[in-house]
C-alpha cells in the first residue's frame, strides 16, 4: 500500500519529539522532555464543576455537533480577556480552533504551496515545523538573539528571496518565552519585525502560548496589539499552558479575511471544538478568578525554574563549557553544550542513566541543523527530581566528553 502514500507522506517522520518520548516510557526515568504544564496547577474544581453543570443543563446541545467557527460565548469571552492586553478585536477577527497546533496547522494550510518560504527564527517549535512540513515548505531561518529575532537578518534574507522572485508566505515567531529557546522578543525588535512585516507585505505568525507565563521583568506588547488591527499579524493562542492541555481548545486571530478562510478548512477537516471544552474555557474566563489563578501558576513555575537554575550551576561548573538561558518565564531552558557534543547521541545515552531531554535537532528548520544543543522542560518535574535528573545528566554529559576525549586520542 506504501507505493500509492502521497509522495510528501513517504518520508514523512511527523513530530520527532512524539518518536523520542514512545522510547522513554520507563517510570523509572526523570523526563525532562514534554512540553507539558504540571497537573498542579489545573483548576480541577472548576472544570467538573461545568462540566456537570453542562451535561445536567444542556446536554443536546452539549453533545451535539456545533457551530465550525466555535461558540459565540466562548468568543465574547476571549474577546473581552484580550483587552487587559491592548487587543481590540470583535468577532470576525476570532475563530475557536481545536488548540494551538491546530491554529499553526490551518495558518500552513492556508498560505503554503509546495517549496515556498516561511522566515523563522533559528531554532524554533518543532511542532510548527512538523506542521509545515505537511506543506512542504522550505525556511529562510536566522540565529536567535538574546534579544530575539535577528530582524536584520531576517530583511536581508527577505531582500534577497524577493530578487529571485520567491517571496516568502510568511513570518513565524514566538515572541514571548519561546518554545525552545525561551527567549522573549524585545520591544525595539517587535516593532522592527513589525515594520519589515509592513514593508514588504509579509503576514507576522505570533504564536503565544506562554504570554501568561512571566515569572519577572515587564510585560512587552504582543505583536498583534503593536499592529493596531492593521491586518499584518494573525495570532494563535491555546487554553493549554493557562488551563490545561487535555481540553485541546485554542484560538486564531486575525484579520477578518483569513479568519473566514480558517473557518471553511476547519469545516472541511475536524468540522467543530468539542462544546463541552468550550464551555469550561468560557467558565474559566468568565467566572474564575484568573489573576488568583495565573499568579499561583506563575510562582509555582517560578519556583521550579529557580530550583532547575540552581541545579545547573551545582552540577555543571563553568569549565564544562555548557551554556544554558535564564528565562523570566515560559516552561523550557535552552542548554547549548560543547560543539562535540552531540545531543542526539546524548540522548540514549541518557535514557540508559534514565533522565531525559529533547535533544535540539527537531527544533531546527530543514537545513539548518545543529547538533550540540538540548531543551529541557522545567515545569512538570517534582524538585526531587530536578535534583537527581540534572545530577544524572551532568554524569552522563562527563562520561561522553570524557570517552570523547579518548575516541579522539585513540585515533
Ligand atoms: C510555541 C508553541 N505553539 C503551539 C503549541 C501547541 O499547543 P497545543 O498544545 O495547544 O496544541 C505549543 C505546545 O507546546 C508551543 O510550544
Redesign the pocket.
Known amino acids: 500500500m506504501k507505493s500509492l502514500f502521497a509522495n510528501i507522506m513517504k518520508e514523512y517522520e511527523g513530530y520527532k519529539i512524539g518518536k523520542m518520548l514512545c522510547y522513554i516510557q520507563d517510570p523509572e526515568m526523570i523526563s525532562f522532555a514534554g512540553?507539558l504544564p504540571s497537573s498542579d496547577v489545573f483548576p480541577l474544581d472548576l472544570i467538573q464543576k461545568t462540566a456537570e453543570k453542562s451535561l445536567q443543563e444542556d446536554p443536546d446541545h452539549v453533545l451535539q455537533y456545533s457551530a465550525i467557527p466555535g461558540e459565540k460565548d466562548l468568543m465574547e469571552a476571549i474577546i473581552d480577556y484580550l483587552q487587559k492586553d491592548n487587543i481590540h478585536i470583535k468577532l470576525e477577527n476570532i475563530m475557536i480552533?481545536?488548540?494551538?497546533?491546530?491554529?499553526?496547522d490551518l495558518v500552513g494550510r492556508l498560505f503554503l504551496e509546495h517549496k515556498d518560504i516561511i522566515v523563522s527564527d533559528c531554532p524554533?517549535?518543532g511542532?510548527?515545523l512538523a506542521s509545515f512540513e505537511l506543506e512542504d515548505a522550505e525556511y529562510m531561518a536566522k540565529d536567535i538573539e538574546e534579544d530575539g529575532s535577528d530582524v536584520k537578518g531576517m530583511e536581508a534574507g527577505i531582500e534577497n528571496l524577493i530578487n529571485q522572485g520567491r517571496k516568502p508566505k510568511f513570518i513565524y515567531v514566538?515572541p514571548d518565552f519561546?518554545?525552545?529557546s525561551s527567549i522573549t522578543m524585545s520591544l525595539k525588535k517587535r516593532l522592527a519585525i513589525l515594520s519589515t512585516s509592513k514593508k514588504y507585505g509579509i503576514p507576522l505568525l505570533e504564536?503565544?502560548?506562554?504570554r501568561e507565563l512571566r515569572y519577572k521583568g515587564k510585560n512587552i506588547p504582543s505583536l498583534y496589539s503593536l499592529d493596531k488591527n492593521q491586518g499584518n499579524v494573525i495570532g494563535?493562542y491555546?487554553?493549554?499552558?493557562i488551563l490545561c492541555?487535555g481540553l485541546?481548545?485554542?484560538f486564531n486571530i486575525g484579520p477578518s479575511e483569513v479568519v473566514k478562510k480558517f473557518s471553511l478548512i476547519k469545516g472541511a477537516s475536524i468540522l467543530n471544538t468539542p462544546k463541552l471544552n468550550q464551555d469550561i474555557c468560557t467558565a474559566f474566563l468568565r467566572e474564575y478568578d484568573l489573576d488568583a489563578h495565573f499568579n499561583r501558576a506563575r510562582k509555582y513555575y517560578s519556583e521550579k525554574l529557580n530550583f532547575f537554575l540552581e541545579a545547573m550551576e551545582e552540577n555543571f561548573p563553568e569549565d564544562m563549557g555548557v551554556r544554558w538561558t535564564k528565562p523570566e518565564g515560559g516552561?523550557f531552558l535552552w542548554i547549548t553544550m560543547p560543539e562535540k557534543i552531540n545531543t542526539l547521541e546524548l540522548f540514549y545515552e541518557a535514557a540508559k542513566e534514565k533522565v531525559a531531554f529533547v535533544p535540539g535537532e527537531v527544533c531546527y528548520p530543514k537545513g539548518y541543523l545543529k547538533h550540540n544543543t538540548m531543551r529541557i522542560n522545567f515545569s512538570y518535574p517534582t524538585k526531587d527530581e530536578i535534583v537527581e535528573g540534572v545530577k544524572r545528566l551532568s554524569f552522563v554529559v562527563k562520561k561522553y566528553l570524557t570517552e570523547n576525549r579518548k575516541n579522539i586520542s585513540a585515533k
Open positions: 512540553g480552533t481545536t488548540s494551538g497546533q491546530h491554529g499553526i524554533t517549535f511542532g510548527a514566538v519561546q518554545n525552545p504564536d503565544s502560548p506562554y494563535i491555546t487554553f493549554s499552558k492541555p485541546r481548545v485554542g516552561l
